[in-house]
């Protein structure tokens, strides 16, 4: 990418993450597109196929918790979001940024994925902010479970530390974000400094509200995205191409200068 407008971005970026004391990262479908999972806006995206959920999923769960589970686990309803997330594999922009933390840079990666690709990558500090597709959570205690070998003989399920109601773990509309995941990823954007804003369309909130909150402190942010978002216009850098491109370009710069 050297010679391109792109490419100077990115060396731009490189030098800002160098100066910056605590830098974390936002990301948002556009990173996971490159592994073959669709956004939920825009051209090809589940929700322009599909149509969107109901806004009020979470008061039906709520409602008739059985009658979700009965759904949920009915084949004919299951939907190619859940096929692409089962097939999926970390691409080269997962594993910048695990190799960023590797390298003491980066400090978390706050999520708005729920297809567990950063953890795959190898990153350790990770955020899912609108839960994990592959993961169950009692919305009693807020224990978590994996999918597999949970007990589903009856349903709804119950979970084995309080007995309370076991759903998936992913957010429905009109579901709070889970208190413990928002509070770490608030006290993270309250230390950032230098925010990469990844892949995302910032409008969902409350994560799109997280790069405000730095840039309220006067912090930087770098924008890794094809195209513009409601976000490009407080964005320091913005650098105009796919992740998967534009982070291992990242991490290249960053060693270089280094030394």
Not at 78 to 104: C, D, Q, V
Not at 185 to 204: F, I, K, P, Q
Not at 205 to 211: D, F, N, R, T, V
């Amino acid at each position: 990418m050297d010679g391109t407008k792109a490419g100077k971005e990115i060396e731009a970026a490189a030098r800002l993450i160098l100066s910056a004391e605590y830098i974390v990262a936002l990301t948002g479908a556009g990173i996971s597109v490159e592994s073959g999972i669709p956004p939920f806006r825009g051209p090809g995206g589940l929700w322009t196929k599909y149509g969107e959920p109901p806004m009020d999923g979470y008061r039906r769960f709520l409602a008739d918790p059985k009658r979700w589970w009965e759904e949920r686990l009915d084949p004919r309803r299951r939907r190619s979001l859940g096929a692409s997330i089962r097939g999926a594999k970390p691409n080269p922009g997962h594993l910048a940024l695990a190799e960023m933390e590797g390298m003491g840079l980066l400090r978390t990666v706050i999520t708005q994925n729920i297809d567990s690709l950063h953890t795959e990558a190898g990153s350790r500090n990770v955020l899912e902010i609108h839960g994990n597709a592959r993961k169950l959570r009692c919305i009693g205690c807020g224990a978590r479970f994996p999918w597999e070998g949970f007990d589903l003989s009856e349903l709804p399920p119950r979970c084995p530390e309080c007995g309370g109601v076991v759903k998936g773990d992913t957010v429905m509309f009109g579901e709070p974000i889970p208190e413990d995941v928002l509070s770490r990823c608030l006290e993270e954007a309250e230390r950032c400094d230098c925010m990469l804003v990844v892949g995302t369309s910032a409008v969902v909130h409350p994560a799109a509200s997280l790069p405000l909150m730095v840039k309220n402190r006067e912090g930087v942010l770098i924008e890794v995205n094809p195209r513009r978002s409601e976000l490009s216009s407080l964005c320091d850098i913005r650098i105009r191409a796919p992740s998967g491109e534009a982070l291992p370009a990242l991490v290249s710069a960053l060693k270089r200068l280094r030394g």
